[in-house]
């Protein structure tokens, strides 16, 4: 059952250039990992120095929409020196299966770390069926 599918379809070609040619094509923003324990769906996703009221969930048709934004911590009026830390705003979406409870998300942020916590619907959960004693005539009606 298919619970998560990898969202950005250039990120994997973004690994391979990076491999390849020693170079980033593109700053990875929010890195995450994803896991299900029992009737739990499980992503945490790396976001330092994001400030939790800067973070924004959206939940549309199964697409977790995650948008944060990163603001440099020097003034205006100073003069960087190096700047290696990527700034800005980073998105990411990620696809749900229809197997999962996206209106009983949960979100929480500590030490730079956004995690959710997505239960498994009700409906998608393996049930167990009796079998009730009797002839075909009963079941026929």
Do not use: C, H
């Amino acid at each position: 059952m298919q619970m998560l599918m990898r969202t950005d379809p250039f990120r994997e070609l973004d690994r391979l250039v990076d491999q390849v040619w020693g170079t980033t094509a593109r700053p990875s923003g929010m890195p995450l990992d994803a896991w299900r324990e029992g009737d739990t769906f499980f992503v945490e996703m790396d976001l330092p120095g994001v400030t939790p009221e800067s973070i924004d969930l959206d939940v549309e048709r199964n697409v977790l929409t995650v948008k944060a934004e990163r603001k440099p911590t020097y003034g205006e009026g100073t003069a960087p020196v190096i700047t290696e830390r990527p700034t800005g705003t980073f998105t990411r979406q990620l696809f749900l299966g229809e197997a999962l409870d996206t209106d009983r998300i949960e979100a929480s942020y500590e030490a730079g770390v956004l995690s959710l916590r997505i239960p498994v619907a009700e409906q998608a959960k393996p049930r167990k069926i009796e079998i009730g004693g009797g002839s075909r005539k009963e079941l026929s009606g």
